[in-house]
């Protein structure tokens, strides 16, 4: 069976201190990978999306990046965060042909 | 996918009612049709989702409703429970895109 791991499940980080979120996923070959983020009381803002390693698709630059060193590996970064960084982080992959989408547990950010 | 809209963006109910949630979306091309349930602070999950070559498809209490003319979809429960309570999104999908765009959320309150 397929499991996605998400890591760390919260996170306290200074304003200007650099951010790296990880996410994993077992069980399945060459998946789709997403980073959300998920505001308080909002909804889910897709920010990278990709297709294979590498390969990586920017739906909202700010100052956030993502990486995809392995096939299923996902890295959401920031060079400084901003306290607009703060919110609920959601990883997710879905099969290559794209349909359900599997989220991982999430990580809480607080900017402070 | 693309411009996806829920309504209303919030609903209550009182237990024992029917609730109904209407996604809206403009990618004509869209063929993939998921409703999401998020407790609150948990990850979002799939709990029904329909084919376009499906007009309406049923699990029990809840059901989704499909009119690609109109280019909206809808969630139905009926015999709403205090734990129907969440955040529910769409997420219309195009076979061969990867954006998976969520809508923007319908906030569900089942009243005891």
């Known amino acids: 069976s397929q499991t996605i791991h998400q890591w760390p499940a919260t996170l306290v980080q200074p304003v200007g201190s650099p951010l790296s979120l990880e996410c994993t996923v077992e069980g399945t070959s060459n998946p789709n990978l997403y980073w959300y983020r998920q505001a308080a009381g909002r909804g889910l803002q897709l920010l990278f999306y990709?297709?294979?390693?590498?390969?990586i698709s920017s739906e909202v630059p700010q100052n956030l990046s993502a990486s995809r060193p392995q096939d299923r590996q996902f890295i959401l970064s920031s060079k400084k965060l901003l306290l607009s960084d703060s919110g609920f982080y959601l990883c997710a992959w879905s099969w290559a042909g794209g349909t359900e989408a599997f989220f991982g547990q999430g990580t809480r950010l607080t900017v402070v | 996918g693309e411009n996806v809209e829920q309504h209303p963006s919030t609903l209550s109910v009182q237990e024992g009612d029917s609730a109904v949630i209407k996604c809206t979306y403009s990618d004509s091309a869209s063929n993939y049709f998921p409703w999401y349930k998020q407790e609150l602070g948990k990850r979002p999950q799939l709990i029904i989702d329909?084919?376009?070559?499906?007009g309406e498809k049923k699990d029990q209490r809840i059901a989704v409703t499909l009119n690609k003319t109109a280019k909206h979809f809808s969630l139905h429960i009926t015999e709403t429970q205090p734990e129907d309570s969440a955040v529910y999104f769409c997420?219309?999908?195009?076979?061969?895109?990867?954006?998976?765009?969520f809508g923007t959320g319908t906030r569900l309150k089942v009243l005891a």
């Open positions: 990709s297709v294979g390693i590498g390969q």
């Open positions: 329909i084919r376009s070559n499906v």
């Open positions: 997420a219309p999908l195009t076979s061969g895109t990867y954006k998976y765009i």
